[in-house]
């Protein structure tokens, strides 16, 4: 069986359709983080960068989703 990896292009694909699905918008999830800009946002929807944990629970929360329906893994 094989160590499987998180698709970070797939998981921000992912993360867009979820929070569209869910009716979020990118400065609703700027507020709750309480980031000064919707940067970090961005590269987690453009997969070069990912969520730390506590922030994927967060996001899980708000989108009311499971981690697991967030990450994308190969």
């Given at each position: 069986?094989g160590?499987?990896?998180?698709?970070?292009?797939?998981?921000?694909?992912?993360?867009?359709?979820?929070?569209?699905?869910?009716?979020?918008?990118?400065?609703d999830?700027?507020?709750?983080?309480?980031?000064?800009?919707p940067?970090?946002?961005?590269?987690?929807?453009?997969?070069?960068?990912?969520?730390?944990?506590?922030?994927?629970?967060?996001?899980?929360?708000?989108?009311?989703?499971?981690?697991?329906?967030?990450?994308?893994?190969?």
């Open positions: 069986m160590i499987p990896m998180i698709d970070m292009a797939g998981t921000g694909q992912n993360i867009v359709t979820l929070r569209k699905a869910a009716g979020v918008s990118v400065k999830l700027q507020d709750v983080f309480g980031f000064a800009t940067q970090a946002i961005y590269k987690w929807q453009h997969g070069t960068a990912l969520p730390t944990i506590d922030n994927l629970v967060i996001l899980a929360a708000v989108l009311g989703v499971k981690i697991d329906d967030i990450l994308v893994t190969d």
